[in-house]
T-cell receptor, first 114, second 112 residues
Framework: DTGVSQDPRHKITKRGQNVTFRCDPI?????LYWYRQTLGQGPEFLTY????????KSRLLSDRFSAERPKGSFSTLEIQRTEQGDSAMYLC????????????FGPGTRLLVL | GNSVTQMEGPVTLSEEAFLTINCTYT??????LFWYVQYPGEGLQLLLK?????DKGSNKGFEATYRKETTSFHLEKGSVQVSDSAVYFC???????????FGAGTRLTVKP
């Protein structure tokens, strides 16, 4: 399978704990995106990378959120001091660069903060 | 700003019925438009796309035409199947920005 993969698929944590999610993009894609999707809503953009550079961050990405893509391949999204409002599906997508780019999504990581 | 408004669901149809899910957009410039589908328990999959006015995207019997004059990108299928039951998301990618803007999704249930 050469699609976008995410790990873990599900995470249950207690409020105040830190969590980290991983995304492995399609191998030839140099752009990687993180989105958040809450129940009954469409995905909302959080941040994106071109290679290892983080080029854009949404104002939804509070100081408790940090994302990295150290070698321009996989990426991690960390949430510190989780809150119940962080409960959502976290989606990763990847694409090539260019006007015709299409973003391909992974299966997501579902986070539940108790 | 750049945004997408799509038809509220849920939509329930009988097999072989005609499907339309309305989507309108607000954007500056010339966005690309997309329909994604999310089957139960799965991630979003690209269904079709159109990158300029009057383009028609099509896939698996679904079609949508990029209408700049009405700022619309309605999804249609002539004869739905039970296997089409899913949530459908309309989305745009503003040019030259890179983040996608999604609608809230429309849940379609097709009954035998």
């Amino acid at each position: 399978d050469t699609g976008v993969s995410q790990d873990p698929r599900h995470k249950i944590t207690k409020r105040g704990q830190n969590v980290t999610f991983r995304c492995d993009p399609i191998s030839e894609h140099n752009r990687l995106y993180w989105y958040r999707q809450t129940l009954g809503q469409g995905p909302e953009f959080l941040t994106y990378f071109q290679n290892e550079a983080q080029l854009e961050k949404s104002r939804l990405l509070s100081d408790r959120f940090s994302a990295e893509r150290p070698k321009g391949s996989f990426s991690t999204l960390e949430i510190q001091r989780t809150e119940q409002g962080d409960s959502a599906m976290y989606l990763c997508a990847s694409s090539t660069q260019g006007r015709q780019e299409t973003q391909y999504f992974g299966p997501g990581t579902r986070l539940l903060v108790l | 700003g750049n945004s997408v408004t799509q038809m509220e669901g849920p939509v329930t149809l009988s097999e072989e019925a005609f499907l339309t899910i309305n989507c309108t957009y607000t954007a500056t410039g010339y966005p690309s438009l997309f329909w994604y589908v999310q089957y139960p328990g799965e991630g979003l999959q690209l269904l079709l796309k159109a990158t300029k006015a009057d383009d028609k995207g099509s896939n698996k019997g679904f079609e949508a035409t990029y209408r700049k004059e009405t700022t619309s990108f309605h999804l249609e299928k002539g004869s739905v199947q039970v296997s089409d039951s899913a949530v459908y998301f309309c989305a745009l990618r503003p040019a030259p920005d890179n983040d996608m803007r999604f609608g809230a999704g429309t849940r379609l249930t097709v009954k035998p």
